[in-house]
């Protein structure tokens, strides 16, 4: 059984979002793109709308809905402002979904219920000055100290730390046969010693809160221990799967916004007493646009397809999150093209999704990492 067809949940939601997208998104992302304001006011209203924690069980305040759902609400968010689209995957996918994954009840009910409400945004603290795609250079440590973890350390670009109140980070918590143990554990941001520095200046996102974390002799309860202890490594490659998903997903809404400016301005704009849509190589570099947004879709739906089947899905996330961020780039570059001076200009939106879609070869394992990962899952 082969069916390409949205269910009737996902054809609700996808419209709901979509109008909320264009009618109460869009409208202000060249500005926040220009004063860096986060969109708070967006999130109140996604929150109202149930959106917050869309995947979740309906237990913990969630909407129980699919993977599926999940990334067309990312999609529908980053076509009309991609900084509210990664907000949006950061929340649900490195905030919400590691706690639903290796929580306790209790850390469920405490931690990720204000999640799905709204009430705290959802952040996750992997990466290091140190850290990044060798995640194993991780410096951060958390030593036993009576019935607490006492925690030190930094750590680097961090989206949503500024409006969680608690978020998930890993640290070394001890040595095991020569090697350094891992775990991840949450911890309040208003704990003492606990500081969020909110100064980048980034290349887009500009709406997004990218954030450095310092830990200075942060006292936190052990029970504040996420899964297993030295399992810290294993449960974020599995929360990074999820994430692939959301990063494909969010370039897919990017590359389709960069896509839908092209045509409209390729149909307007007259150059030599035609509009540019009536020369060929516009038209085909029109389809060769369209086609890729395609292919990309189709793989962000089935990543998250076999993900809510309970199926392998880490090569299919990886595949996703690879050609979709290398096409949204690919899209937003032509886009620029097609409009020629004027898609340099801001005014005109698509130089912004080029510099927003950039992130997304980077972010959640770079497309260097993303071939090491589809390279060693088809046995090489
Ligand atoms: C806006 C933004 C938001 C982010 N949000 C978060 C977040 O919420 N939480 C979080 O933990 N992190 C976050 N990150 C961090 C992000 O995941 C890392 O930047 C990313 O994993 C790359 O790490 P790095 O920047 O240290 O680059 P490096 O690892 O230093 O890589 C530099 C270059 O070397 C290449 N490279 C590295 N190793 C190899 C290799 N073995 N073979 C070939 N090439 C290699 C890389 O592909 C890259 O091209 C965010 C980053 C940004 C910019």
């Not at 690919?330 to 992130?359: F, T």
Request: net charge negative; aromatic share 8%; hydrophobic share 40%.
């Amino acid at each position: 059984m082969l069916n390409f067809d949205l269910t009737e949940e996902q054809q609700m939601i996808k419209k709901m979002i979509r109008e909320f997208a264009d009618e109460v998104v869009a409208p202000g992302a060249i500005d926040r793109d220009r004063t860096k304001e986060f969109p708070v006011e967006v999130f109140k209203q996604l929150s109202e709308m149930g959106m917050m924690g869309l995947p979740f069980s309906e237990e913990y305040g969630g909407g129980g809905a699919d993977t599926i759902s999940f990334a067309i609400v990312t999609e529908e968010l980053s076509r009309a402002c991609a900084s509210t689209g990664i907000t949006y995957s950061a929340h649900i996918s490195l905030g919400g979904a590691p706690l639903n994954l290796f929580g306790t009840e209790e850390q469920k009910h405490t931690y990720l219920t204000p999640i799905c409400t709204g009430e705290s945004f959802g952040a996750f603290g992997l990466t290091e000055s140190n850290a990044g795609s060798d995640a194993g250079g991780t410096q951060t440590t958390a030593k036993v100290d009576g019935n607490d973890y006492v925690i030190n350390g930094s750590k680097v670009f961090i989206t949503n730390a500024s409006y969680a109140k608690h978020l998930a980070i890993t640290a070394i918590t001890g040595t095991e046969g020569g090697k350094k143990e891992v775990s991840a554990i949450i911890v309040p941001t208003d704990a003492e010693g606990f500081t969020v520095i909110d100064n980048y200046e980034k290349m887009g996102l500009n709406a997004s809160n990218t954030t450095e974390l310092v830990l200075d002799n942060v006292r936190v309860p052990k029970e504040n221990l996420l899964g297993t202890q030295g399992n810290g490594f294993r449960q974020f490659l599995v929360t990074l799967d999820g994430g692939r998903i959301g990063i494909g997903a969010m370039a897919v809404g990017i590359a389709q916004a960069a896509f839908d400016r092209a045509l409209r301005y390729s149909k307007e704009r007259k150059q030599f007493g035609k509009t540019l849509s009536e020369f060929q190589i516009t038209q085909f570099k029109l389809a060769d646009m369209a086609m890729k947004i395609e292919l990309a879709r189709n793989m962000v739906h089935k990543a998250a397809w076999l993900k809510d089947q309970g199926r392998p899905f880490s090569k299919e996330a990886s595949m996703c999150k690879l050609y979709a961020s290398e096409i949204a780039m690919e899209v937003a570059s032509e886009a620029i093209q097609i409009h020629g001076g004027y898609g340099y200009m801001k005014e005109y939106e698509v130089e912004r999704y080029m510099r927003d879609a950039k992130l997304l070869e980077i972010g959640e394992g770079t497309s260097e990492v993303q071939r090491m990962v589809i390279a060693r899952l088809i046995g090489c």
